[in-house]
């Protein structure tokens, strides 16, 4: 069961009103949305819109756009051969791997340049002919987003990393899962801004190899772990001492780089108070090209069993029964591998080692989803993982800001932070 559900949306491309076809047959296409397609989707749980129905100002060429690039699927009625039906249908092939659902009124030619690929044929005039297309559109749509398989002739051949991102999650809430082998050993999922998460021990914070930190008002975590550790003036917010990058430049010792996926453990300086975070785990996910940026290391899963491997080493002491929280690293910057393919190693890497090191350090592993993509596909993973079970007693725990928070001093940005 999904805790907190992202509707799915659905574009439907075909002909208004009443058309011919080549026989010189009239075709009620509103009746066939309303009756045949509208009713198979909404079957499913998935909201379906066609073009005439979008209730939004602006151009309905634009918001025409947004939905074949962003909806989840898109059914194309090919029939009648419409230029603008082909127009849509291309353009969707060139956005998004899937799912693309064609469908055509028997007898409709099929053009040279879609020959191969599966077409749902339907028989209006014939009741059984609808019903086992209904049935057929459904099993497609189920799958395709099961699966995720490509259905698209331009990313088969061309490696393209063109995929939305999802829209910012307003709220902070946690989900949990329990492994079924150790149900007091959970993964889980807290959404939203990181500013609002107050009760983790331990903060993981993706640098690169250099272990610099971020500006404190860049838009990333590495950039707000360093501003809320930080010792601020409290009448105007601004640092005073720099806690947490003088910590970590302790702990390089002269260095100026370490290997790929090393995680160093530092004080959380302020956010002891402010957010009961206990240490702050750095970890060299990222090397640092002259030019380019940052790109992530190969197997950026290894910093996930890292820093689960890590002690807290509170007090001299290591803690155990710990809570650990990792954002989705190098989910925005793998080309031609989509958001699923790219976060299933940082899941799979945390059950794996929790499942074999029950009594270890973490008993609580989770990751932190910005986006209702992210939520979504995380959920997707979690919910089908038979390693796994959702903890009922957690369903959409609100976690709550510390009142001394020095959060209102650093507003959040409204765009995805970098990870």
Not at 82 to 106: D, F, M, Q, S, W
Not at 251 to 274: E, I
Not at 392 to 419: C, D, I, M, N, Y
């Amino acid at each position: 069961m999904r805790f907190s559900e992202r509707k799915r949306k659905c574009f439907v491309v075909m002909p208004f009103g009443e058309k011919k076809d080549p026989d010189g047959n009239e075709i009620d296409f509103d009746d066939i949305y309303r009756h045949f397609f509208k009713k198979a989707i909404e079957d499913l749980g998935v909201e379906c819109i066609r073009c005439d129905e979008i209730e939004e100002a602006g151009s309905i060429h634009e918001k025409m756009f947004e939905h074949i690039y962003q909806d989840d699927i898109v059914v194309v009625d090919i029939t009648t051969s419409n230029a603008n039906v082909y127009y849509e249908l291309g353009i969707r092939h060139a956005l998004a791997k899937g799912v693309t659902v064609l469908i055509r009124r028997k007898g409709t030619v099929i053009p040279f340049n879609i020959q191969g690929m599966q077409v749902i044929e339907y028989d209006q005039g014939k009741f059984a002919s609808v019903e086992q297309a209904k049935g057929r559109i459904r099993d497609i749509i189920r799958n395709g987003l099961r699966q995720r398989r490509n259905d698209s002739p331009v990313h088969s051949v061309l490696d393209l990393n063109i995929e939305p991102e999802g829209s910012p999650i307003d709220r902070t809430e946690r989900f949990e899962w329990s492994l079924k082998e150790n149900e007091d050993v959970r993964v889980g999922l807290i959404t939203g801004d990181i500013q609002n998460v107050t009760d983790i021990d331990v903060w993981v914070n993706p640098e690169n190899t250099s272990m610099q930190m971020a500006r404190p008002f860049e838009n990333s975590i590495s950039g707000i772990i360093r501003y809320l550790g930080a010792e601020k003036d409290p009448d105007n917010g601004q640092i005073k001492t720099d806690t947490i990058a003088k910590a970590l430049e302790d702990k390089m010792n002269g260095r100026t780089t370490v290997d790929p996926a090393t995680v160093l453990a530092t004080t959380s300086g302020a956010m002891q108070g402010t957010h009961k975070v206990k240490r702050i785990f750095h970890m060299a996910a990222n090397y640092g090209q002259v030019g380019q940026g940052y790109i992530p290391i190969d197997q950026v899963s290894r910093c996930i069993v890292n820093a689960l491997k890590t002690s807290m080493e509170e007090d001299g002491e290591p803690g155990k029964g710990a809570s650990i929280l990792f954002p989705l690293m190098a989910t925005r910057s793998r080309r031609g591998a989509v958001l699923e393919d790219r976060v299933k190693p940082l899941l799979n890497a945390a059950i794996e080692y929790l499942a074999r090191n029950p009594g270890g350090t973490f008993r609580r592993a989770y990751f932190l989803t910005y986006t209702d993509k992210e939520l979504g596909v995380c959920q997707e993973f979690l919910e089908a993982d038979e390693r796994v079970t959702a903890y009922q007693g957690l369903q959409s725990q609100v976690l709550e800001l510390a009142a001394e928070s020095p959060v209102s001093r650093r507003p959040a940005s409204k765009k995805t932070p970098p990870q």
